[in-house]
């Protein structure tokens, strides 16, 4: 078990890296999403050359839209449109070439959340670039994103082709009710502190590329250098979220609002207020969800059996920190990701059992450097399986593919209690797989030439 932090060892080149691959998100927030196809590579390189200025890098600014920022992000179709090397496209990593519809039967994306469903032109090789920009406020979103419609406007051969809006909740939580996005990794070098004093720092290499890793050894970089350097990956997936069906499995399966609210904890791992089952098993806390030095400060050593957070809740399936040590075989810190998913669409009001045919739910965005055993491992074998926990049958109850014949258990004495019939209470609506490059990349980018 990791008890201490270690002293950072490393610098990151805060200057070169995009400003949203390491700031947390603000609270509230508010953003926009837009993807853009490149019909001319000469067009494509001049919006990359335009947009270069309107990327923050790591570290703070004096900009009025300070606390504001837009990321820019590429999908391999994007590079290839750009005009890159043969050579160079085949240093990327091998699932980020093939995208993330190409992964769909592997990731579980099938039936309703198969990419044949997906929203268009989510999935296909139109979508190159991925633009992202959040904000604190309406009036500084407003001036970031004028800058990048700036940046695009009049500007033929390149199209905007898929926009979505998000904003936090008036509630502060997403749309099953649960505050989210408190479970992050503290990277070594960032200066941004931890916040679960029983985690080490994670290596900076498993979340920005040119970085030693975990293992010890630098990840694998997309060549060249410059490309590589001080860049990372993302995936980012638009999920919906079917709130009234999630109610009422609740509903029929509580005797009381107060049981609801249990079943519903349990299958998270945390109370609706973010505070963990983990430090407050028996009821909610909101003091304790609220407070950023202590919702977050736990591990699960002391509850093996899952009496207070089962194993297969989505949090600690998710992350399981210290409860796989025991078996010896599962190196928790190699599968660790930052989040910096958004909310969309309206809240369904309280109360409602009915689906109002809204479309609402979650914009998941993984930044790590490594999609095949962060991303695309925790979500096979954490969320999608159950044999890690001992419970082949089980799925993530939240967030796993279940189809109705899915099972929860959750431990409890005399008798553990199990819940049966987990519809699929997530439909996945499309996504890709990106790369965010470096600040230096996106120039080197902009200026390719053939
Ligand atoms: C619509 C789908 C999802 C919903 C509603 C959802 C919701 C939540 C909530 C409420 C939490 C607890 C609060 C927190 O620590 O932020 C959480 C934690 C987490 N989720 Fe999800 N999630 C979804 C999908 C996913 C997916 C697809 C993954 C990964 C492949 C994932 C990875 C995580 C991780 C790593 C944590 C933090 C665990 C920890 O450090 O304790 N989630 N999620």
Redesign the pocket.
């Known amino acids: 078990m990791d008890t201490v932090s270690s002293p950072e060892t490393v610098n990151l080149e805060l200057d070169d890296i995009q400003g949203g691959v390491l700031h947390p998100r603000p609270s509230p927030y508010v953003g926009i999403y837009l993807l853009l196809r490149i019909d001319d590579r000469r067009a494509g390189r001049e919006l990359l050359r335009r947009l270069h200025p309107v990327v923050d890098a790591g570290r703070p600014s004096s900009d009025p839209a300070r606390g504001a920022w837009v990321t820019v992000a590429l999908t391999y179709p994007g590079l290839k449109a750009l005009g890159v090397a043969q050579e160079s496209l085949d240093s990327f990593a091998p699932e980020f070439r093939q995208g993330m519809a190409a992964r769909a039967a592997e990731l579980g994306d099938v039936g309703d959340s198969s990419p044949a469903n997906w929203e268009k032109p989510l999935g296909t090789p139109e979508v190159h670039v991925a633009l992202a920009a959040l904000s604190p406020d309406a009036a500084r979103l407003a001036v970031v994103v004028e800058r990048a419609r700036r940046a695009h406007q009049d500007l033929p051969g390149v199209e905007v082709i898929w926009r979505q809006d998000c904003y936090q909740l008036p509630t502060g939580r997403?749309s099953?009710g649960?505050?989210?996005?408190?479970?992050q990794p503290a990277v070594e070098g960032s200066g941004i502190p931890g916040s679960n004093s029983r985690e080490r720092p994670i290596k900076a290499g498993e979340f920005l590329l040119g970085y030693p890793d975990e293992t010890g050894s630098l990840p694998p970089m997309p060549t060249p250098e410059v490309l590589g350097r001080n860049g990372t990956y993302i995936v980012f997936r638009k999920?919906h979220?079917r709130v009234a069906a999630y109610r009422r499995y609740l509903r029929e399966r509580a005797s009381s609002r107060e049981e609801e609210a249990r079943l519903g904890a349990k299958m998270?791992?945390?109370w609706q207020s973010?505070a963990p089952l983990a430090l407050s098993p028996d009821h909610d806390d909101p003091q304790l969800g609220a407070d950023p030095a202590r919702n977050n400060d736990f591990d699960y050593h002391d509850d093996l059996r899952g009496f207070k957070c089962p194993a297969g809740a989505?949090?600690r399936r998710?992350?399981p920190r210290d409860a796989l040590d025991q078996e010896g075989s599962v190196n928790v810190r190699l599968h660790r990701?930052i989040?910096r998913g958004t909310s969309y669409g309206p809240m369904l009001p309280e109360g409602v059992l009915e689906d109002d045919g809204v479309d609402r739910?979650?914009i998941?965005v993984?930044v790590g450097a490594h999609l095949k055993r962060q991303?695309e491992f925790?979500?096979t074998q954490w969320?999608n399986d159950g044999i890690f926990i001992g419970a082949p049958t089980e799925k993530d109850p939240?967030?796993g593919p279940n189809d109705s014949s899915g099972m929860f258990t959750i431990p409890q004495q005399p008798i553990r209690r199990r819940l049966q019939g987990l519809p699929p209470f997530?439909v996945t609506r499309g996504g890709e797989y990106c790369y965010v490059p470096g600040l230096r990349a996106l120039r080197w980018l902009a200026e390719l030439k053939t």
């Not at 649960?178 to 479970?183: L, T």
């Open positions: 997403t099953f649960f505050k989210d996005g408190i479970g999920l979220t998270v791992g945390r973010g989505h949090a998710a992350n990701m989040r739910g979650i998941f993984f991303f925790v979500k969320i939240l967030a997530i």
